[in-house]
């Protein structure tokens, strides 16, 4: 079993709707983030928050909105998104700070479907 | 550019078989991580390599760091159907006052019974 927690594990929504990702850990991991996984291909970093501060954002459309409301959870609040956003999302923790990379603890990601 | 090759990008051989997946790049990284990820599953860490030539061992898995810090392969020995997945490099490297993590494109094992 992971030790980073996802939920929903699947969703279905349309292009008006709004619906919110959430992470949990409770490894005491200071860095977090959510990557996009397309099918067969290697993860793509989206945001990382290190010590709960935003502190990368890999130039993701606004329509994605990171929260992080302490240090054991992440959200992705999504709003009007497109059907090329249809993806796995997954989140990871680590110890330390985001900068350090340390090995990464993912999860076992929400299955995004955008109708 | 993709700052990180890995090959082969699909791989099908028969149980019992030996393979070796390989990551290059012209670049020097100051580790070197090892995910696999199975259907449905996120990526899971098999190993960090971090000081060049280095080689550490997991059961049947290999791993080794390039002697200049710019390539890793992994091998693996009498390859069993549960070691079908997705094999992912990913290294970490300074990028200005940061350090960055690229990933190679992976590598889709498949290991027939």
């Known amino acids: 079993d992971t030790e980073v927690t996802q939920t929903p594990k699947h969703l279905v929504m349309g292009m008006t709707n709004k619906k919110s990702l959430k992470c949990e850990q409770h490894?005491?991991?200071?860095?977090m983030y959510w990557y996009k996984q397309k099918a067969k291909k290697p993860p793509e970093l989206m945001f990382v928050?290190?010590?709960?501060?935003?502190?990368i954002n890999e130039s993701v459309p606004s329509r994605f909105s990171p929260e992080c409301p302490n240090s054991s959870l992440l959200n992705l609040h999504l709003h009007a998104l497109q059907p090329e956003d249809s993806a796995l999302y997954l989140c990871?923790?680590?110890?330390?700070?985001?900068?350090?990379?340390?090995?990464?603890?993912f999860g076992d990601g929400t299955r995004l479907s955008i109708l | 550019t993709q700052l990180l090759e890995q090959s082969p990008q699909f791989l099908s051989i028969q149980e019992g078989e030996n393979l070796t997946v390989y990551c290059n790049s012209s670049?020097?990284?100051?580790?070197l991580q090892w995910y696999r990820q199975e259907p449905g599953e996120g990526p899971v860490l098999l190993v960090t390599v971090v000081t060049g030539g280095e080689v550490k061992k997991l059961k049947r898995l290999t791993f080794q760091f390039g002697d200049a810090r710019k390539d890793s392969s992994l091998h693996i020995t009498a390859a069993q159907p549960g070691d079908t997945g997705l094999y992912l490099c990913a290294g970490a490297r300074y990028a200005g006052n940061n350090r960055k993590l690229i990933w190679g494109l992976g590598t889709s094992l498949a290991v027939n019974p």
């Open positions: 670049s020097v990284f100051s580790s």
């Open positions: 990871a923790s680590s110890q330390g700070s985001a900068l350090d990379y340390q090995p990464q603890h």
């Open positions: 490894m005491g991991h200071r860095a």
């Open positions: 928050y290190s010590y709960e501060k935003l502190s």
